[in-house]
């Protein structure tokens, strides 16, 4: 939407104040030309003569004097709404939108945590989805993902790490079955797996190409992990979210590490709020990473 409309009603408010050309232009920084083609460009617009011409410069007509009372109301709104605008943009207060999968909720807890204790103005909002939030549309301030490096244009991308995974197991099922001492060991043993249209995890597809049994799927990182501890099969992990009643069969493997990534977009990266929050994350994840 043009803003024309504004620019002559805000030159039209400063000629009725100044009562010239050359005190509105001044006042405005333009070309008294400018100041002319916009009050005429106004006159035109609303079918009725705003000004009387005369030697000494510009008098408001009736009309004139209803219009300047309306545009320094407007323009009072305006100087409020720019405040308020800049105060969003280098202020850290307000929503805080965070977009993340199931998995990882858990482990940002902490960085959340901080980011409001140091900030207590931030109102911050964790959403997990299966569909990637836009950031392009406003739809979150930023993103902490797993897998593949985000292709999306106009993002900013950090790497946060590789997230370790470990396999686990539950002492029922290791009583039973008994404990793997390596990964030859593996062959006779259940797991419990993605379901194969969430088979995207490292170590979901070391598992596959392993062609290892696998006892139970499901899309669900919570569903593995109680399936892991009710004793169904061996599970992967991350150590620092292994829920209690669970043993560690074998250590992180190089080729189960998740990578993580800190995603903003572009036009907000350096806006205060999210670079308060990214400085949270990076501080709280990136060890956790390793």
């Not at 070309?31 to 009050?39: E, G, N, P, Q, Y």
């Not at 005369?54 to 219009?67: I, M, R």
């Not at 106009?154 to 470990?166: R, S």
């Not at 006892?215 to 593995?224: E, I, T």
Request: hydrophobic residues 45%; negative net charge.
């Amino acid at each position: 939407m043009s803003l024309a409309p504004w620019d002559e009603l805000r030159t039209a408010l400063h000629v009725a104040r100044a009562g010239t050309v050359s005190g509105a232009a001044q006042a405005l920084g333009v070309h008294h030309a400018t100041v002319i083609r916009h009050v005429d460009a106004l006159e035109d617009r609303l079918g009725v003569k705003l000004f009387q011409r005369h030697a000494k410069g510009y008098s408001p007509t009736e009309a004139g004097q209803a219009l300047a009372e309306v545009a320094g109301g407007a323009e009072q709104n305006f100087d409020a709404l720019a405040a308020r605008l800049h105060g969003l943009q280098d202020g850290i207060s307000g929503e805080l939108v965070i977009t993340t999968v199931p998995e990882l909720c858990l482990l940002i807890m902490p960085a959340v945590q901080s980011l409001v204790a140091a900030h207590p103005a931030l109102k911050p909002c964790l959403r997990t989805e299966e569909r990637v939030l836009q950031l392009e549309y406003g739809e979150a301030h930023l993103a902490i993902r797993a897998g593949a490096r985000p292709q999306e244009p106009d993002n900013v991308v950090q790497a946060l790490g590789h997230l370790p995974f470990a396999l686990y197991g539950a002492e029922s099922y290791l009583a039973q079955h008994g404990t793997p001492k390596d990964l030859d060991d593996l062959s006779t043993h259940r797991f419990i797996g993605a379901d194969v249209t969430h088979i995207r995890a490292p170590f979901d597809v070391w598992l596959q190409k392993a062609g290892h049994k696998v006892g139970l799927r499901s899309n669900s990182s919570m569903v593995r992990a109680e399936a892991t501890r009710a004793g169904l099969g061996l599970g992967f992990l991350t150590p620092a979210l292994v829920p209690g009643g669970l043993v560690q069969v074998l250590a992180p493997q190089p080729e189960w590490a998740v990578p993580i990534w800190l995603v903003t977009h572009v036009d907000l990266h350096r806006s205060a709020k999210v670079q308060a929050a990214t400085a949270a994350f990076k501080q709280i994840l990136a060890p956790a990473s390793g």
